[in-house]
């Protein structure tokens, strides 16, 4: 058990919906990573908060959005989703340790 | 933007040691090198990281070579269990945090 936790583990949508992925970062972490993996692709780095702010990001979407609350959950937010945005994504956080920890991710499925 | 190569896949016997290269030529002096595995779809699993000494842990061994440009990382008795895609990241500095950037990995299969 990492410590991170995301919810759903599984959902499943149809196209042109919009869907909410959260995540939960280990006790005393800061900072929280996003990733996307496509089936059998690696994993896509999307966006990383930092106490509450944006700080990098990757290749997101402008159909994606993300926030870190003051409890330091974040949130995923996809609208107006595609097939091709069928994935797991991947929360991860990290903080004074040099690792990230990854949670067990959400599997998305857009029908 | 990955800044490191590896072979897509390598297999190895059960209880030999599991030797992954990866090159990370483009690598700068305050980048570290990381580790990690994923087994099936499950999240990421951290093994280890350095930046330019060789390390060890309870998982692994990290050799990281003189001019920084590659990497092995050395699983000493593979079991079925290690059976898994490893990937070899750097870790990019942004500001005064981080991120990782993750490329395609090799896919390990221990053979019994």
């Known amino acids: 058990d990492s410590g991170v936790t995301q919810t759903p583990k599984h959902l499943i949508t149809a196209t042109g919906q919009r869907v909410t992925l959260r995540c939960s970062p280990r006790?005393?972490?800061?900072?929280v990573y996003w990733y996307q993996q496509s089936l059998d692709q690696g994993l896509q780095f999307l966006i990383q908060y930092y106490n509450g702010e944006e700080r990098a990001k990757g290749n997101i979407l402008e159909r994606f959005s993300a926030q870190q609350f003051p409890d330091l959950h974040s949130e995923l937010n996809l609208s107006s989703l595609e097939l091709g945005d069928s994935a797991l994504y991947f929360c991860?956080?990290?903080?004074?340790?040099?690792?990230?920890?990854f949670g067990q991710g959400t599997r998305l499925t857009v029908v | 933007d990955a800044k490191t190569t590896q072979p897509p896949s390598m297999d190895c016997a059960e209880g030999r040691a599991a030797n992954l290269p990866c090159n990370h030529s483009t690598i700068s002096g305050n980048e570290y090198v990381y580790w990690y595995r994923q087994i099936h779809s499950q999240g990421p699993q951290y093994i280890i990281h350095g930046l330019k000494n060789n390390e060890t842990n309870e998982m692994a061994s990290l050799i990281i070579t003189e001019d920084r440009k590659s990497s092995t990382l050395i699983l000493p008795h593979a079991t079925l269990r290690d059976t898994a895609v490893y990937y070899c990241?750097?870790?990019?500095?942004?500001?005064?945090?981080?991120?990782?950037?993750f490329g395609s990995g090799t896919r390990l299969l221990v053979r019994p």
């Open positions: 990241i750097v870790r990019v500095a942004v500001d005064s945090s981080y991120k990782l950037i």
């Open positions: 991860a956080s990290g903080g004074s340790r040099v690792e990230a920890f």
């Open positions: 006790s005393g972490d800061l900072s």
